[in-house]
């Protein structure tokens, strides 16, 4: 399936941009986020995502605390 939305959430911004080119690549529509509560906001924002992409350790909500938000 093509055009999926993903949502990738890694402080490190080269990384994000890395994982974004190769995903708009395949046809995915790719939403970045810099750390956990840019990556919540996101989420409760884009509520047809497909993936959700955690780094672990990040600024402000690590990605444990994302998760475990998400799936509540």
């Given at each position: 399936m093509r055009g999926l939305k993903i949502l990738v959430v890694d402080d490190e911004a080269r990384l994000r941009k890395l994982v974004k080119d190769f995903l708009v690549r395949e046809d995915y529509e790719v939403f970045e986020a810099g750390d956990g509560?840019?990556?919540?906001?996101?989420?409760?924002?884009?509520?047809?995502?497909?993936?959700?992409?955690?780094?672990?350790?990040?600024?402000?909500?690590?990605?444990?605390?994302?998760?475990?938000?998400?799936r509540q």
């Open positions: 509560e840019e990556g919540l906001n996101i989420f409760y924002e884009q509520p047809d995502l497909a993936l959700v992409i955690l780094d672990i350790m990040m600024p402000k909500k690590d990605g444990f605390e994302v998760l475990k938000e998400i």
